[in-house]
Each structure stands twice: as structure tokens, then as C-alpha cells.
């Protein structure tokens, strides 16, 4: 991959937060934090633009809700097609963690995450909205 230099033009007080913001994220150049937010516009875009996604999904719930676990169950068979796989943890003696790993397009891996957060029980859910890593 050939790097390429090229100049910014840059308001004074931008770049001054701009570089309080790659320190406190602990970068060591501006290069690296500045490819990283054009990234991450990108992976917004594929997210926006419904190209081919990966991500996380996380659940936390009671497992003793005997039908949560079945309705979560039953959900993710609907999706089997784009959870690529699935961790559960047992953090104590009631509460579960489960890490739902997805790749497909945006708006499925949306509508699981959307299905399973909103059952009745689920304490804490999130989607993190990753890429396949292609194409950035
Ligand atoms: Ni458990």
C-alpha cells in the first residue's frame, strides 16, 4: 500500500483540541488518529450504505427467566444465518452474559439486535457496529 503526504489546512483551535483529543486516546502521531476517524467515518458508511458487516452483540438477563432464554433462543435461530457465533458467560449466580458475534447486511444484524434487546428481562444490551475489514 503506497503512503501518500498531503497538507491540511486546519483552524488553530481546531488542531489545539484535535491534539488534546489524540493524546488523552493515547496516539503518538496525528497520522495514526487521523486515519482512524476516516475509518471510522468509512465503517459508518458501510453501516449507513448496507454493504457486508461484522460486530458484536451483548446481552446481559437472568437466566432464571426460563422464558427469556427461550424466546432469545428462538430469536437467534431466526438469524442463524448472520451470527457467525456466540459466547455465554456466567458472570454470577443469576446474571448471564452472552456476546453474539454477527456478519451480514446492517439491517439484519439492526433487527436481531433490535429483537433481542427489547425482550421483557433483558437488563442491558448493545450493538457494537464493526466491518469485515474490507474496503477501508
Ligand atoms: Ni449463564
Given at each position: 500500500?503506497?503512503?501518500i503526504r498531503?497538507?491540511?489546512?486546519?483552524?488553530?483551535g481546531?488542531?489545539?483540541?484535535?491534539?488534546?483529543?489524540i493524546?488523552?486516546?493515547?496516539?503518538?502521531?496525528?497520522?495514526?488518529?487521523?486515519?482512524?476517524?476516516?475509518r471510522?467515518?468509512l465503517?459508518?458508511e458501510?453501516w449507513?450504505?448496507g454493504q457486508?458487516?461484522?460486530?458484536?452483540?451483548?446481552?446481559?438477563?437472568n437466566?432464571?427467566?426460563r422464558?427469556?432464554v427461550?424466546?432469545?433462543?428462538?430469536?437467534?435461530h431466526?438469524?442463524?444465518?448472520?451470527?457467525?457465533s456466540?459466547?455465554h458467560?456466567?458472570?454470577?449466580?443469576?446474571?448471564?452474559?452472552?456476546?453474539?458475534?454477527?456478519?451480514?447486511?446492517?439491517?439484519?444484524?439492526?433487527?436481531l439486535?433490535?429483537s433481542?434487546r427489547?425482550?421483557?428481562g433483558?437488563k442491558?444490551g448493545t450493538?457494537?457496529?464493526?466491518?469485515?475489514?474490507?474496503?477501508?
Amino acid at each position: 500500500m503506497a503512503l501518500i503526504r498531503f497538507g491540511v489546512s486546519i483552524d488553530k483551535g481546531l488542531l489545539a483540541k484535535f491534539d488534546a483529543f489524540i493524546k488523552d486516546k493515547k496516539y503518538t502521531n496525528r497520522s495514526e488518529a487521523f486515519r482512524d476517524l476516516i475509518r471510522q467515518e468509512l465503517v459508518g458508511e458501510q453501516w449507513q450504505g448496507g454493504q457486508k458487516i461484522a460486530g458484536a452483540i451483548t446481552l446481559i438477563y437472568n437466566h432464571h427467566k426460563r422464558e427469556l432464554v427461550n424466546k432469545l433462543m428462538d430469536i437467534q435461530h431466526d438469524f442463524g444465518e448472520i451470527i457467525i457465533s456466540s459466547q455465554h458467560i456466567h458472570l454470577d449466580h443469576d446474571n448471564c452474559l452472552e456476546i453474539i458475534a454477527v456478519k451480514g447486511m446492517p439491517g439484519e444484524a439492526r433487527k436481531l439486535s433490535d429483537s433481542l434487546r427489547s425482550v421483557k428481562g433483558v437488563k442491558h444490551g448493545t450493538l457494537s457496529m464493526s466491518t469485515t475489514g474490507k474496503d477501508i
